[in-house]
């Protein structure tokens, strides 16, 4: 009988032909780890090597956007051209020396982007968000034909760029309300021409930038995409759609498909969405239903905390790779021990400021972790016991400073 720790160690195959080396991979997490201007940073390379390091065999990264206008917060590394390329092969080359895979996760926000980063913030349609989050995210104005083909372009352009400098993956981020996301979605996206309308229409622009990508990278190239299951909003994109949506990517030729969920406004992503003991997977339902459809490769994110979960979820033939994303905020080494069968170190707990308003949004389930990075980009170790409070502060200023930093930049 295979021991729990072989069914995580077996390396896995995917569609084109690449081979990832185990089946435990960190989900994106968004680092905000480049300068002012959106560039690559040493704090990266040396947060990813980190993370090889520590065994896990695919490391996706968090959030690199395709157009310096339309930032998800400060921070961001924008990929527009090669002027970054040094940095970004040091980047692969780093977590190649380990044997781990490099994947860039490649986004545009949309409207999902704070007041006051961006001069503007565009999304298919002109919906704002609810009464909670008008507050930090602004009414977006409608794309036009002619926008939506020029951001397809810069996916594409983006993903060659990564695989010229030597990255082993690219990852479309279709999840957590961004604007892949919006397209999908029959709340936020009520255009009446070829990009909305029918889920077949709101499907043709995760499409499009799906064969743009393609036709930079090639057939060998994986191409996977983080995908909600639903996003839990009334008149939102439900499950029926995003198992429609997953077949027609399988069928176009995806290669990994990371099942997710959520928005900003309705956050199952951060932990808002509950788990059991017997199964600590939020979304390992659903993917059991979209595997009775396609033989594509799936990755579920969300809950996992386990070895003997890790382990039952993946023999039970539903899914093929463990996402994994808080647990490697805390612990880096946390794959190494999992693969030698061991469970980690330390557990993920939620994080409370204390403040409802902060705590329903889970705001803090993204920002405490982010320090932690930041500590690991530095060379130090992560605190797991630091202040939720502290943290909120701390991050609100430096927020702050990076908006401003950016607004001043552009005014330049």
Known sequence: MASAAHLLAQPLTLPNG?????????????????????????????????????????????????????????????????????LLKAMAE????????????????????????????????????????????????ELTDVEILDIIARFGRAAGVVKQAGFHGVQIHGA????????????????????GGTPENRRRFVLAVYQAMRDAVGPDFPIGIKLNSADFQRGGFTEEESL?????????????????????????MAGKKTSTVEREAYFLEFAEKVRQHITTPLMVTGGFRTLTAMNAA????????????????IEPDASKRLLAGEETRHRVKMISTGIKQIDDMALMEVMWYVRQLHRMSRGEEPKPKESALWSLLTNMLTNMRGTLKTRRLRAS
């Not at 065994?55 to 970054?84: S, Y």
């Not at 977590?95 to 781990?100: E, K, L």
């Not at 996760?105 to 989050?133: C, D, T």
């Not at 961004?178 to 979605?185: D, E, P, R, T």
């Open 314 to 329: 993946l023999g039970s033939g539903a899914m093929d790779v463990v996402g994994l994303g808080r647990p490697l905020c």
């Open 94 to 141: 780093g977590v190649a020396s380990h044997g781990s895979k490099l994947w860039a996760q490649i986004n545009h926000p949309g409207k999902q982007s704070p007041k006051g980063l961006n001069r503007e913030n565009v999304s298919p349609s002109a919906i704002p968000f609810g009464k909670q989050m008008q507050a930090f995210f602004t009414t977006p104005r």
């Open 244 to 268: 429609a949506t997953i077949q027609a990517l399988a069928a176009v030729g995806i290669d990994l498909v990371e099942i997710s969920g959520g928005t900003y406004e309705a956050p199952a």
């Open 176 to 195: 957590h309300g961004y604007l892949v996301s919006q397209f999908l979605s029959p709340k936020h996206n009520i255009r009446t021409d070829a990009w």
């Open 18 to 86: 690449s081979v990832l080396p185990n089946r435990l991979a960190k989900s994106a997490l968004s680092e905000t780890l480049g300068t002012m201007d959106n560039r690559v940073t040493p704090a990266l390379v040396r947060l990813y090597e980190r993370w090889a390091k520590g065994g896990t065999g695919l490391l996706i990264t968090g959030n690199i956007m395709i157009d310096r206008r339309a930032l998800g917060e400060p921070g961001n590394v924008v990929i527009e051209d090669d002027r970054d390329l040094p």
